[in-house]
């Protein structure tokens, strides 16, 4: 099958999915730039079934650090006994024992700090953890309606963003307006 077949084989089957259908029917992009938008708009939906991937596949933050701590320790305890296994009276020039433990130290120091970087996105307990694939329905939708729609996105609930953004991530009743705030502060900042 060559690569113009698979695309179009791609293409009829997204087309015939009704989510497919109402976020073309949201976006309502002008008839030259139709076949644009719907690649633009399978893409979409397959970048945000893969942040739901990651998603799933991703550590929590306080479990990835308490991880990096382990790490950080068992680091601590190697560089300590392989300093203790080299003997004084066979060190006038440097060897590759030496070299193996400054590497193990520079390893001590980028997990420590991967620790204190994993540590940062830490939510309380109780509180949810921030959804990759919320972001990237939102996100892709704006960007969706940047390119395509008639009109630019809204901060509003129930406006063509906040739809569209539903219709991606597959949920007609989630509540994405968190994440529009998000994206929408971060375009009034950078625009």
């Known amino acids: 099958m060559s690569s113009a077949n698979e695309k179009a084989a791609i293409v009829a089957k997204y087309r015939a999915t009704t989510r497919f259908k109402q976020a073309l029917k949201i976006i309502a992009s002008d008839p030259e730039r139709r076949a644009e938008c719907e690649c ?5 939906f397959r970048l945000v079934e893969a942040a739901a991937r990651v998603e799933k596949s991703e550590r929590a933050p306080a479990e990835q650090r ?4 382990q790490l ?25 024992l030496d070299s193996r433990i400054d590497d193990l130290e520079c390893f001590l120091k980028e997990t420590e700090a991967a620790a204190d970087y994993a540590s940062k996105f830490e939510v309380q307990k109780g509180a949810p953890r921030p959804s990759s694939k919320r ?13 395509y729609g008639r009109q630019k996105p809204t901060l509003y609930r129930e406006g063509p963003w906040h739809k569209l953004a539903r219709v991606l991530f597959g949920d007609e009743e989630a509540d994405l307006f968190d994440y529009m705030e998000v994206r929408y502060q971060l375009n009034q900042f950078v625009g």
């Open 40 to 44: 633009d708009l399978i893409e979409a």
């Open 66 to 69: 308490k991880l990096l701590q």
């Open 72 to 96: 950080a320790k068992t680091l601590r305890r190697a560089i300590r006994l392989a300093g203790q296994a080299r003997q004084e009276e066979y060190k006038p020039r440097r060897t590759r």
């Open 135 to 147: 972001a990237a329905a939102v996100w892709q939708a704006y960007i969706l309606l940047e390119k």
